[in-house]
């Protein structure tokens, strides 16, 4: 036989049988990692239990659903009590509505004044995410007792009361660079600074707004 036929022959060989040691050593890596995911998965089974069975976790989940069912039932009362939307009321409304909710902002407003427009729009907005202010406004031409009491001179006028009690106001549009259009944001960030409360379970105010 010849001598370089003898060699490619022997060399082919242990090529071969390289190739099946690596074989039956990948297949066994791969059965090893197979029982070792079957062991891991079972552990984690074992552990969901003792989590499940955990008191101090069962005591956590009943504390929370117990303090979402009465934000719940806050949001319920505070929405019969007028709370979650721009409404418009009539002075003799006036002292019931103001004196029966803790934190209010009423608008002061006139028909035809084009700024009062441009407030009653951001506020329309606002009202339903504030669910802790009760947002509500007065024709000041129907409103001529209050107008005077309050010292309202400009329109419009947005004056905050907590507990019945007027503590601050915004004058037409000076707090808010004294243009047209300002954002939904900058009033909101100005009544934010002056007390109005959010009163929310799952959503905060849009990032974008108009």
């Known amino acids: 036989m010849d001598p370089d036929a ?39 089974e074992v552990d969901l239990d003792e989590l499940l069975d955990d008191p101090e976790l069962e005591k956590l989940h009943a504390e ?45 407003y006139h028909h035809e004044f084009y700024r009062c427009k441009i407030m ?10 504030y669910l802790g202010t009760k947002f509500i406004k007065l024709d000041a031409e129907n ?13 419009p006028c947005v004056i905050l009361f907590k507990k019945g009690i007027a503590v601050d106001r915004l004058i037409g549009f000076q707090d808010l660079g004294s243009k047209d259009d300002f954002s939904t944001r900058a009033l909101e960030n100005i009544l934010r600074m002056k007390g ?7 959503k905060q105010f849009p990032h974008k707004m108009n």
């Open 6 to 44: 003898v060699k490619s022959t022997l060399s082919n060989l242990a090529f071969g049988n390289v190739m099946a040691a690596a074989a039956r050593d990948y297949q066994k890596e791969i059965v090893a990692k197979e029982k070792g995911q079957a062991a891991s998965a079972s552990h984690d």
């Open 64 to 108: 929370r659903i117990a303090a979402l069912k009465k934000e719940v039932e806050k949001r319920e009362v505070l929405k019969r009590q007028g709370h979650g939307e721009y409404r418009e009321i009539t002075e003799g409304d006036f002292l019931g509505e103001v004196t029966g909710s803790e934190k209010i902002i009423c608008h002061f």
């Open 120 to 129: 009653d729009k951001h506020l329309k907005a606002l009202a339903p995410v």
């Open 143 to 155: 409103a001529p007792f209050f107008v005077t009491k309050l010292g309202i001179k400009t329109l």
């Open 196 to 202: 109005i409360s959010q009163l929310c379970l799952h």
